[in-house]
T-cell receptor, first 111, second 115 residues
Framework: SQQGEEDPQALSIQEGENATMNCSYK?????LQWYRQNSGRGLVHLIL???NEREKHSGRLRVTLDTSKKSSSLLITASRAADTASYFC???????????WGAGTKLIIKP | DADVTQTPRNRITKTGKRIMLECSQT?????MYWYRQDPGLGLRLIYY???????NKGEISDGYSVSRQAQAKFSLSLESAIPNQTALYFC??????????????FGPGTRLTVL
């Protein structure tokens, strides 16, 4: 069963614009992670936010977490063509340490 | 050299054949995982291993088996492949002592097609 659900499933924007992706989950979590996957390749960890954190930044990435709504958002500012990829959220629950994955958002940056 | 490697990268096989996918890592991590990815479904956990003597079933272990030959090696076997096992397979590792976040590091994937 999948814990996370990303929204939207696909997003297409112009280079330079900001991209926002959302993730909702069902149970309490220890932390939430975002990963990027370039077409057909392995996933790469982007950023982790713990359940007691509300916002985190890494370069052009900004992640927020609202545990009351069981949701997170990933903002990519000043998008570039190289940001074209699928983005996945994954959560770790308190009771175990397996990552539970959402279905991903496919982001296309148009030059 | 890549930290997590998978062989083969692509494989086409026939229904009923036995196939093994291999994963090696140089990260020194104790924890290793096998996932499959199907279009639109994200990643689903097949098996995971927290050390050489600890192997656990994941969400979708039926039809699969694993072997943890050493800390660095974790193999996934399909004893009798069937077409609905056609998917992209990923190996991953993690080190729970590294910051406690359980970030996972992925191999490049194996694209398996069962005819």
């Amino acid at each position: 069963s999948q814990q996370g659900e990303e929204d939207p499933q696909a997003l297409s924007i112009q280079e330079g614009e900001n991209a926002t992706m959302n993730c909702s989950y069902k149970t309490s979590i220890n932390n939430l992670q975002w990963y990027r996957q370039n077409s057909g390749r392995g996933l790469v960890h982007l950023i982790l936010i713990r359940s007691n954190e509300r916002e985190k930044h890494s370069g052009r990435l900004r992640v927020t977490l609202d545990t009351s709504k069981k949701s997170s958002s990933l903002l990519i500012t000043a998008s570039r063509a190289a940001d074209t990829a699928s983005y996945f959220c994954a959560t770790i629950m308190d009771s175990n340490y397996q990552l539970i994955w959402g279905a991903g958002t496919k982001l296309i940056i148009k030059p | 050299d890549a930290d997590v490697t998978q062989t083969p990268r692509n494989r086409i096989t026939k229904t009923g054949k036995r196939i093994m996918l291999e994963c090696s890592q140089t990260k020194g991590h104790d924890r290793m995982y096998w996932y499959r990815q199907d279009p639109g479904l994200g990643l689903r956990l097949i098996y995971y291993s927290f050390d050489v003597k600890d192997i656990n079933k994941g969400e979708i272990s039926d039809g699969y088996s694993v072997s943890r030959q050493a800390q660095a090696k974790f193999s996934l076997s399909l004893e009798s492949a069937i077409p609905n096992q056609t998917a992209l397979y990923f190996c991953a590792t993690s080190d729970p002592l590294a910051g406690g976040g359980h970030e996972q590091f992925f191999g490049p994937g194996t694209r398996l097609t069962v005819l």
